[in-house]
């Protein structure tokens, strides 16, 4: 049997012709030729790329010409493929007359097949890396290696299974909690995420769940195996005891108070306010079949969410650009932008949120955020000036490269 499949191996090798010896050919070289391209801190003029196989060779700006077999998108703006740190991918909606997005059931393989429509309009946003923070069954595992595998088109997947959340009646057990965290990373979670308070869907309710003692266990123990943690909470006390437990990212959140902030600033922590997704369950609410007095307080939360990130920005705290997204929301990935710049930023600044930053998040610093060689070829044209109008890249995504492959292209309207 093992000799078999030796032989089997050897045949497979020598059809492709490097058996023997030989070198394996050479990556796919192209060369794409922009108008503009923002590499992830400056702004440059008429840029040609030279893409080898998955990663950025070269950048060289002042170069018009479009090489025999090269690609011609000088009408566009080139920026990094975008990262998306709050994703929930496999939360899908056929969208059948009288179903809800919610209480819809399937099996988990069902499921893992149907997200590839999420995956999709996901990419045609320009987002080529997401932080999946939360689903069940495994089902982000199992997406995530069908992508790297290159079974599956999508955003390459930093998942964390399961979220840790506490349940009604629930006595603090901070050895047990930080067991979850281990029994998270045993089974495959990049991230381990915790739901440090209740609010979600149409709930702003801010709660908090989970103790200081139990986040700190949790961080303590994924810290300890190399693993970051992403902590949720609706309301202050949940985001101020997480920064002090040593979370790497706060997800959600208002009304912070300007300690936090200074210690958020201090310690690095990322602060992901996911502002948008309330906006989508504004929108969405007859999808969802909200009450309408849900609305207020959701509008409510809105204001208060973008008041702290103004705060926060202006305290020197690292933002993070995360949708939220759910369901229907896959497509609207990168509107969060937008509330980045009414936060205060440029739209460099806003832009950094989705690359830079969060590629450092990630752990992705060398290899995601921006273009220059030896990074990731991720990249996204824009048909407009994203560096003045930051609407741009919510409404005028033409093209899209993830690890040197096509995976988007559409004509202008
Ligand atoms: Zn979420």
């Not at 503009?36 to 590499?39: E, G, I, N, S, V």
């Not at 009450?291 to 609305?295: L, N, R, S, T």
């Given at each position: 049997m093992r000799l078999l499949s030796l032989l089997a191996g050897a045949f497979v090798c020598s059809t492709f012709g490097f058996a023997g010896g030989q070198a394996p050919p050479p990556p796919v070289r192209t060369v794409l030729v922009f108008g503009?391209?923002?590499?992830g801190t400056k702004l440059l003029d008429d840029v040609a790329v030279t893409v080898e196989g998955d990663k950025i060779a070269l950048v060289e700006a002042g170069r018009r010409q479009v090489p025999p077999g090269g690609i011609d998108l000088r009408r566009y703006t080139a920026i990094p493929?975008?990262?998306?740190?709050?994703?929930?991918?496999?939360?899908?909606?056929?969208?059948?007359?009288?179903?809800?997005?919610?209480g819809q059931r399937r099996r988990p393989g069902v499921t893992v097949f149907l997200a590839q429509d999420n995956a999709r309009r996901t990419l045609e946003t320009?987002?080529?890396t997401v932080r999946d923070l939360g689903a069940s069954g495994e089902t982000d595992f199992a997406m995530r290696d069908l992508i790297a595998m290159g079974a599956m088109t999508g955003p390459r997947m930093f998942v964390a299974g399961q979220g840790i959340s506490a349940g009604r009646g629930w006595t603090p057990d901070p050895a047990a909690m930080a067991k979850n965290a281990e029994d998270r990373i045993k089974a495959g979670s990049d991230w381990v995420k915790v739901y440090g308070s209740r609010g979600s869907f149409d709930s702003v309710e801010t709660t908090q769940t989970i103790t200081f003692d139990e986040m700190k266990a949790i961080v303590d123990a994924a810290h300890a195996q190399g693993h970051k943690v992403a902590i949720h909470s609706y309301g202050p006390s949940g985001v101020k005891d997480a920064v002090r437990a040593g979370a790497d990212s706060i997800e959600h959140g208002i009304d912070l108070d300007d300690e936090t902030l200074a210690e958020m600033a201090r310690r690095g922590t990322v602060w992901?306010?996911?502002?948008?997704h309330n906006r989508y369950y504004v929108d969405a609410k007859d999808e969802f079949g909200f009450?309408?007095?849900?609305?207020p307080p959701l509008q409510d939360y809105i204001a208060k969410n973008l008041e702290s990130a103004r705060r926060a920005f202006k305290a020197g705290v690292k933002l993070g650009m995360g949708s939220d997204a759910v369901y229907s929301m896959?497509?609207?990935?990168?509107?969060?932008l937008e509330w980045m710049v009414k936060a205060g930023m440029t739209p460099a600044q806003a832009l950094a949120t989705a690359t830079t930053t969060a590629a450092e998040l990630l752990d992705q610093k060398d290899r995601l955020g921006r273009i220059a060689p030896?990074?990731?070829a991720d990249i996204v044209a824009i048909d407009g000036k994203p560096l003045e109008n930051i609407a741009d890249v919510v409404t005028d995504v033409r093209w899209v490269m993830k690890d040197g492959v096509v995976v988007i292209e559409r004509k202008r309207p």
């Open positions: 503009h391209l923002w590499d493929g975008l990262i998306d740190l709050h994703t929930h991918m496999t939360y899908y909606w056929d969208r059948k007359p009288g179903t809800r997005p919610l320009g987002v080529t992901v306010p996911t502002i948008d009450k309408p007095e849900a609305i896959f497509g609207q990935n990168t509107r969060e030896g990074f990731a």
